[in-house]
């Protein structure tokens, strides 16, 4: 009886199980990279790969195993993950610019103040590759288990 109820809810579990698992490769990415624990990154936006596709991509997929890829919610679902990957891609990646060029006039201005240290943070931003990465992970997991 509690392996029905747990399956009935794919919809919900396979999404989030998306995304933890792309936020703990992008724990274990980052903290590879920087040779230290960065357990910070579980939570964060941005970086490799992006948990926003992997979710959205694994919700769409799912829907379309369960419901069928010519149903209405499948099109919903599968709008939403394009709405949602185009975002990330465009719209957080002008605020990583944009942090990028603050925090250049900020150490500009502040060179002789040390004790200054408000920075804003870059990582916020996807690159394609990471879109594309996350969204893969999504659809193959959701393919896999639902």
């Known amino acids: 009886m509690a392996l029905h109820y747990v399956a009935s809810y794919k ?45 959205v991509c694994a919700l769409a997929t799912t829907i379309g195993k369960m419901e069928g890829f010519d149903s209405i919610l499948f099109a919903v679902s599968f709008f939403l993950a394009l709405i949602v990957m185009y975002d990330a891609a465009g719209v957080r990646k002008t605020v990583s610019v944009h942090s990028d060029l603050l925090n250049r006039i900020l150490d500009e201005m502040f ?36």
């Open 11 to 55: 919809a919900l579990i396979i999404p989030a199980a998306a995304w933890l698992i792309a936020q703990i490769i992008k724990v274990i990415i980052y903290s590879i990279d920087d040779r230290r624990l960065r357990l910070s990154y579980m939570v964060s936006m941005g970086g490799m790969p992006s948990s926003h596709s992997a979710t």
């Open 111 to 146: 060179r002789d103040h040390p004790e200054f240290e408000l920075r804003f943070r870059a990582l916020i931003g996807h690159t394609r590759l990471e879109i594309a990465v996350g969204a893969i992970l999504g659809i193959a997991l959701a393919w896999w288990w639902a």
